[in-house]
């Protein structure tokens, strides 16, 4: 097994003209797979940068019923895991620090990496909020591909990323679960199979416990168990399942990617350190976000139609107002100047504000020489 580490992580090697077959396409195809660990404290700390390097949970209030829905990597390490009780946590280690769901931010967050993404490759097909598969044409291409995301994804957005590459989407996602600390796990369609091997049966997805349980009760309790039963076999076994763990134990899933569409609508948002009734101050932060905006319309290389403005009063009263523009715009300024027209038309200043969000929707292709603009930014 050592030698087959060994060979596999060097990524070395030629494809297979079984693996050809199996593609139902391109044969050099690459799957990557990305994924953020602890998406959302991952945000938390990337947003505060005061919190990096400290153990965070996302969930609410500690001092309240509730359960972790996020943790961070150092909170990992200490034991913390996601349906942790929150109480239970803050009593045990008292140094974690507890952040409240944002989870318009987390989509927006999940946003901003999927442009990135689509910086490398149009095809782009989101897991999750927080995982991503990309194509690669072809295995000498999809190390580079993905080194360079990763780089870009942690010295852009401050977001630390796991990958790992192989001819599927199952394939890449396990290489990215067992490799070292650091490194970017490549498994080629040729080793495909004896990569899978040594996995055991649970690892294959929608092979739960209970049918995990009947295939041992046959003698059938790895992978590699699995890769030598006869597909007839296996239906006798588990029935209409048979065909889909069959393939994905071969590393036969070979079906394409479904891309995801491009981005509807952007939006930023801001909770105040303290409400506020003062104009300038709102404006000011309207203007950040404006600034957030155009940099997000930069990536999705798009401008935009309608801006759309929430305010959120100190008593939890929201309002929302917006304005659709003859010609789409996708400048700080031009979104800024729409936004401070549009919080004029609230009773901010009148009323102290807690939270405000700014939205851009209709979105669209800009002109070629406004194209050329936003590729400046980058």
Same mark, same amino acid.
């Given at each position: 097994?050592?030698?087959?580490?060994?060979?596999?992580?060097?990524?070395?090697?030629?494809?297979?003209?079984?693996?050809?077959?199996?593609?139902?396409?391109?044969?050099?195809?690459?799957?990557?797979?990305?994924?953020?660990?602890?998406?959302?404290?991952?945000?938390?700390?990337?947003?505060?940068?005061?919190?990096?390097?400290?153990?965070?949970?996302?969930?609410?209030?500690?001092?309240?019923?509730?359960?972790?829905?996020?943790?961070?990597?150092?909170?990992?390490?200490?034991?913390?895991?996601?349906?942790?009780?929150?109480?239970?946590?803050?009593?045990?280690?008292?140094?974690?620090?507890?952040?409240?769901?944002?989870?318009?931010?987390?989509?927006?967050?999940?946003?901003?990496?999927?442009?990135?993404?689509?910086?490398?490759?149009?095809?782009?097909?989101?897991?999750?909020?927080?995982?991503?598969?990309?194509?690669?044409?072809?295995?000498?291409?999809?190390?580079?591909?993905?080194? /360079? +995301?990763?780089?870009? %994804?942690?010295?852009? $957005? =401050?977001? *630390?990323?796991? !990958?790992?590459?192989?001819?599927?989407?199952? &394939?890449?996602?396990?290489?990215?679960?067992?490799?070292?600390?650091?490194?970017?796990?490549?498994?080629?369609?040729?080793?495909?199979?004896?990569?899978?091997?040594?996995?055991?049966?649970?690892?294959?997805?929608?092979?739960?416990?209970?049918?995990?349980?009947?295939?041992?009760?046959?003698?059938?309790?790895?992978?590699?168990?699995?890769?030598?039963?006869?597909?007839?076999?296996?239906?006798?076994?588990?029935?209409?399942?048979?065909?889909?763990?069959?393939?994905?134990?071969?590393?036969?899933?070979?079906?394409?990617?479904?891309?995801?569409?491009?981005?509807?609508?952007?939006?930023?948002?801001?909770?105040?350190?303290?409400?506020?009734?003062?104009?300038?101050?709102?404006?000011?932060?309207?203007? /950040? +976000?404006?600034?957030? %905006?155009?940099?997000? $319309? =930069?990536? *999705?290389?798009? !401008?935009?139609?309608?801006?759309?403005?929430? &305010?959120?009063?100190?008593?939890?009263?929201?309002?929302?107002?917006?304005?659709?523009?003859?010609?789409?715009?996708?400048?700080?300024?031009?979104?800024?100047?729409?936004?401070?027209?549009?919080?004029?038309?609230?009773?901010?200043?009148?009323?102290?504000?807690?939270?405000?969000?700014?939205?851009?929707?209709?979105?669209?292709?800009?002109?070629?020489?406004?194209?050329?603009?936003?590729?400046?930014?980058?």
């Amino acid at each position: 097994m050592d030698a087959l580490d060994r060979r596999l992580e060097s990524g070395g090697g030629r494809l297979g003209a079984q693996s050809a077959e199996r593609s139902g396409g391109n044969p050099r195809r690459m799957i990557i797979f990305l994924h953020v660990p602890g998406f959302y404290a991952a945000v938390e700390q990337a947003d505060h940068p005061a919190l990096r390097g400290r153990p965070v949970v996302v969930g609410g209030d500690p001092r309240k019923r509730g359960a972790v829905t996020s943790a961070s990597v150092e909170a990992r390490t200490h034991g913390i895991s996601e349906g942790m009780e929150l109480r239970e946590v803050r009593e045990r280690w008292p140094e974690t620090e507890f952040r409240p769901t944002r989870l318009p931010r987390y989509r927006e967050a999940s946003a901003e990496v999927r442009a990135i993404l689509r910086e490398g490759t149009e095809r782009v097909e989101a897991a999750s909020l927080d995982s991503f598969y990309l194509e690669a044409s072809e295995h000498s291409v999809s190390l580079s591909l993905a080194a /360079e +995301l990763c780089v870009r %994804l942690k010295a852009e $957005l =401050a977001l *630390e990323v796991v !990958a790992g590459i192989g001819p599927t989407r199952f &394939v890449s996602q396990l290489a990215s679960r067992h490799h070292a600390a650091g490194e970017i796990r490549q498994v080629l369609a040729s080793e495909a199979e004896a990569f899978l091997s040594q996995f055991p049966l649970t690892e294959i997805w929608g092979l739960g416990p209970s049918t995990a349980e009947k295939l041992a009760q046959n003698g059938i309790h790895k992978i590699v168990d699995l890769q030598q039963t006869p597909l007839v076999e296996l239906q006798r076994l588990v029935g209409r399942n048979a065909s889909r763990f069959y393939n994905l134990a071969r590393a036969a899933d070979r079906e394409p990617l479904r891309p995801s569409p491009a981005a509807k609508s952007l939006s930023q948002e801001r909770t105040l350190r303290e409400p506020s009734v003062d104009l300038r101050t709102l404006g000011d932060d309207l203007l /950040e +976000l404006a600034a957030g %905006l155009e940099t997000m $319309l =930069a990536r *999705e290389r798009r !401008a935009a139609r309608t801006v759309g403005l929430g &305010v959120r009063y100190v008593n939890g009263d929201q309002v929302t107002r917006t304005r659709t523009l003859q010609v789409p715009i996708h400048g700080r300024n031009e979104i800024g100047e729409v936004a401070l027209e549009l919080l004029a038309r609230t009773q901010a200043g009148a009323r102290r504000c807690r939270r405000l969000r700014l939205q851009v929707t209709n979105l669209c292709r800009p002109d070629r020489g406004d194209e050329a603009r936003q590729l400046r930014l980058f």
